[in-house]
């Protein structure tokens, strides 16, 4: 295991993706991305390497302002672009279509079969609510719209965790495992991590 006893040399450091300021100040070590190092101690040529704990900024925060006198403000949270959630990609103008994403997330939130849209006292219903304005779909309709629910969620998640790798956030993982009464097997699987505004 890598643990530095000197300052690296320029070449061996790279610049941190990290979007707080205090990352002016620091930088990774190419080789072991874990080890941050201090620019303002090594212009001193002082110690200069931290091995946060968490992918909180606080450690590095701190040393700078004991150390350095730099004071930092750490990210607010009214500065931060929101993070757009997923309905956000789907959630169309058109009124029908709007309706359509609606019924769908109802399928699913209800663990409901595809085929109960194409039952007639669905169907009524919707008529009823919508005063004839909407033209009930099918049940294979439903599946085209989960299937593209699945393909951009998918390009969502890998981005997601990409971008955490990179970052080298730490997180959590948990498994869940059921079977259907059906006989058909699933697995959830859920990731944890604090950004550094604790959310």
């Not at 004991?66 to 959630?91: M, Q, S």
């Not at 005063?131 to 593209?148: F, H, M, N, P």
Request: proline share 5%; aromatic share 10%; charged share 25%.
């Amino acid at each position: 295991m890598f643990t530095p006893t000197e300052n690296p040399l320029p070449e061996e450091l790279i610049d941190h993706t990290g979007r707080s300021e205090v990352w002016d100040y620091y930088k990774q070590h190419k080789k072991w991305p874990g080890w941050i190092f201090c620019l303002e101690c090594i212009k001193k040529s002082q110690k200069s390497w931290i091995k946060p704990q968490s992918s909180s900024t606080s450690p590095m925060i701190h040393h700078l302002a004991a150390v350095h006198k730099i004071k930092i403000e750490k990210i607010k949270r009214k500065d931060l672009v929101p993070t757009p959630r997923i309905d956000d990609y789907f959630l169309p103008v058109d009124r029908n279509k709007k309706i359509t994403h609606l019924i769908v997330d109802w399928i699913v939130d209800d663990s409901q079969a595809f085929s109960v849209v194409d039952k007639q006292s669905f169907k009524a219903v919707i008529s009823e609510a919508s005063k004839g304005t909407y033209s009930t779909i099918g049940s294979d309709t439903v599946r085209r719209e989960l299937q593209k629910k699945h393909m951009i969620i998918s390009r969502l998640m890998k981005g997601c965790f990409r971008q955490l790798v990179e970052d080298e956030t730490l997180f959590g993982i948990t498994l869940d495992h059921w079977t259907s009464g059906s006989n058909e097997n699933y697995m959830n699987v859920t990731a944890h991590w604090i950004n550094d505004v604790f959310e």
